[in-house]
């Protein structure tokens, strides 16, 4: 059934209060309908599971090529990446960073990605107190990321984390998270345009093998600073946050932890429980570009709009006790949390793969997770925590 009376909405999901605590405001963007347009940004905000899910899957009436972010100024300035991009640019370049990070092609860093899974919990185990986002969140793909990718021992690497987060922000409006971000982004284009540069990456590795395919005239060379770009955000701030998040839940919810400890094989289930109820990706917008109707709600060519995953992965109507952390939940498996459709996270099966080892090292070695309070992230696109104390008692 259509309806033209489309609610309008004060909620501002980009205030602090809103990103602290999102769910209520969430839940009341549900309550008012499939659609509702939020007057203070101009977009039309989507926060039930199967409205965000049916856009996702329609990329040709639901575009990213316009930017995927809530400032036009902005989205002008993000072209060139696959996050950005529609078919068929969006399948070539897509193709070039994803031949790395597909689950066969991760088979050849398994060892090596849980071999340093142990040693970091042992580590932590050893340390007693530390904190969940610094030691454990960061350390893991600051460890793995840079290695993959060819970058230099003795440049940028302490400044990945602060790009990453600064290169999100940007898909927020423009606030001033997003205008403290502006000379982080300058240093990380400069970076990626020297990283661009033939011997600048270490032979072999992923990086150098996308310099190669443009010497070799098999991409452009303006292209390629995006390109490793794709590399660096995907395989960055979302793993930090669904790691984080991960010693969270299991640490305030101890008896998840004791049923996983009993049954291992949860693990893969768990990990999908874990980013399903903390999505680490807040939401991304898409431009309209016909006339569609969305959840029986008419929407114009021109439209855009505002798909909030974090509420998708939380509403009533798809999910049962959805507040509840489940690692049984039969469907945790549909959950949003990397995105869905043609852009689903590119770098999701490297941060599976992480979340993977080191919730395997955990269960091996780790009776018992003791976390204290954590301090949420102001941060406009990525959900997370900034600190949290934990000890993990052997």
Known sequence: MLTTDIPRSDIDPYSDESIRDPYGPYRALRDLGPVVRLDQYQVFAVARYQEVYDALHDHEAFISGEGVGITEQLNKAQHGSSLTSDPPYHDMVRGLVARHLTPKALREVHAYVEDWADRLVDELIARGEFDAVRDFGQAFPLAIVPDLLGWPVDEGRERLLDWASAGFNAFGPLNERTMAGFPLLQEMGEFLHRMSVPGNLRPGTWGAQLVADAQEGKIADQLLPALLGDFLAPSMDTSVSALASMLWLFGAHSGQWELLRAEPTLASNAFNEVVRLESPLRGFTRLLTVDRELGGVPLSAGTRVLLLYGSANRDERHWQSPET???????????????????????????????????????????????????WRLHNTIRGIESLPVVLHA
């Open 325 to 375: 952390f489940d690692i049984t939940r039969p469907d945790a498996a549909e959950h949003l949390g990397f995105g869905h459709g043609i852009h689903g996270c590119v770098g999701q099966a490297l941060s599976r793969l992480e979340g993977h080892s080191l919730l395997d090292a955990l269960l091996r070695k780790v009776r018992r997770i003791e976390v204290g309070r954590p301090v």
